[in-house]
């Protein structure tokens, strides 16, 4: 459970962005979700320096697809850092396990193979109320929370 609002950070900690390309894949499942997240992850790359230009959207159908589309925009070799958004809701079937499963794993394998961070901000709830509370809701956007971390780990010294 959050018990931070996901949206708070320091500002002053952190490196100008203006210089730093962005890839974003989103997926396309629960929309409502990942378009706050999105949103939340673009203003605070602009509000931090980041050039519009310089942010490159990519969009994939669901949170499974999201390492394959970020392998395709680590292969291109021109990003500083990849955020991938995606939200994965609790239902009926073992689904659930295997896609957060694949996703964490793929994810993880990327930052292992390519020498450009890729971030992970899938929400992986129990309800969709959960994600949107972790979208913009009481417990803020977790979409901010990976610009910052994206920011961060693009500048490391």
């Not at 459970?1 to 974003?24: E, H």
């Not at 519009?52 to 994939?60: F, K, W």
């Not at 964490?104 to 394998?109: A, E, L, M, T, Y």
């Amino acid at each position: 459970m959050a018990t931070t609002n996901l949206s708070d950070y320091d500002k002053t900690i952190l490196g100008n962005a203006k210089k730093l390309k962005f890839g974003i894949v989103v997926s396309e499942w629960n929309t409502s979700v990942t378009e706050n997240l999105y949103k939340g992850a673009h203003t605070t790359l602009l509000d931090n320096g980041a050039v519009d230009a310089n942010i490159t959207r990519l969009n994939v159908p669901g949170s499974f697809e999201l390492v394959y589309g970020s392998k395709h925009l680590l292969k291109q070799g021109k990003f500083d850092a990849i955020i991938a958004i995606g939200c994965v809701i609790q239902g009926e079937t073992k689904h659930f396990d295997f896609v957060c499963e694949a996703v964490s794993q793929g994810i993880k394998d990327l930052n292992i193979q390519f020498d450009v961070p890729t971030i992970f901000c899938v929400l992986t709830d129990n309800t969709m109320q959960q994600s949107i509370d972790r979208s913009g809701g009481k417990h803020g956007n977790k979409g901010v929370e990976c610009a910052v971390a994206a920011i961060k780990m693009a500048t490391l010294a």
